[in-house]
């Protein structure tokens, strides 16, 4: 069993910066992928970011340049920074772990960006 615990949300005006974390906890060893994923009200849960164990990384589109994934493998966290923040950031944003072929969500932390 894997728990998700996140922390950084908050308000921000646009243009600034939040940086979101999200610390894995259980019984664990080598998780694959870890990400986050975002649901504007009205909107589908959308992809934001993924990390593999190898490094890589993939961003939506509306992202790219602006937020970084990144990860601590000896923590079982990974992060986004999310710089040059827009009112369409807005959402809740929620950590996603897939280990063993299993997907686990984190509660989501909301980040509101007003102009």
């Known amino acids: 069993q894997v728990q998700l615990v996140e922390s950084g949300g908050g308000l921000v005006h646009t243009g600034g910066s939040l940086r979101l974390s999200c610390t894995a906890s259980?019984?664990?060893?080598?998780?694959?992928?870890m990400g986050w994923y975002r649901q504007a009200p009205g909107k589908q849960r959308e992809l934001v970011a993924t990390?593999?164990?190898?490094?890589?990384?993939n961003y939506a589109d509306s992202v790219k340049g602006r937020f970084t994934i990144s990860r601590d493998i000896a923590t079982n966290t990974v992060y986004l920074q999310m710089n040059n923040l827009k009112p369409e950031d807005t959402a809740v944003y929620y950590c996603?772990?897939?280990?063993?072929?299993?997907?686990?969500w984190g509660q989501g932390t909301q980040v509101t960006v007003f102009s």
């Open positions: 996603n772990v897939l280990y063993w072929q299993q997907n686990y």
């Open positions: 259980g019984t664990i060893f080598n998780i694959a992928h």
């Open positions: 990390t593999t164990v190898g490094g890589s990384t």
